[in-house]
Nanobody, 130 residues
Framework: QVQLVESGGGLVQPGGSLGLSCVVS????????IGWFRQAPGKEREGVSC?????????YAADSVKSRFTISRDNAKNTAYLQMNTLKAEDTAVYYC??????????????????????WGKGTLVTVSS
């Protein structure tokens, strides 16, 4: 049974940092792309970042996060990470870990989109507020 479990969310002040983790079980994470989405209140779920299983390249879906967020993976631990710095109020959202799974390797090839995801975590809430 495939499971993705996020942790690390919480309340942080604007300008602060948070690190999210996603522990994967039920499959060998090294064989698949892995990444993050987020869903702000009243908005659609959007891609944030992904890391390719083909070459380890990282991709960021929005310019607004490119210089502030860093995605990484540790295949030995079956864990993916999202380090978020200089957080802004507009980063407030539930953050989801996700993988295309058997759909194939799409990170960096196609748009990192909800339609390409086979497995989801349940999400972790990040609130940026003073």
């Amino acid at each position: 049974q495939v499971q993705l479990v996020e942790s690390g969310g919480g309340l942080v002040q604007p300008g602060g940092s948070l690190g999210l983790s996603c522990v994967v079980s039920g499959f060998n994470m090294s064989r698949y792309d892995i990444g993050w989405f987020r869903q702000a209140p009243g908005k659609e779920r959007e891609g944030v970042s992904c890391i390719s299983r083909r070459d380890g390249s990282t991709h960021y879906a929005a310019d607004s996060v490119k210089s502030r967020f860093t995605i990484s993976r540790d295949n030995a631990k079956n864990t993916a990470y999202l380090q978020m710095n200089t957080l802004k109020a507009e980063d407030t959202a539930v953050y989801y870990c996700a993988t295309p799974g058997s759909y194939g390797s799409v990170c960096g090839v196609e748009r990192w989109d909800v339609s390409g995801v086979e497995y989801w975590g349940k999400g972790t809430l990040v609130t940026v507020s003073s």
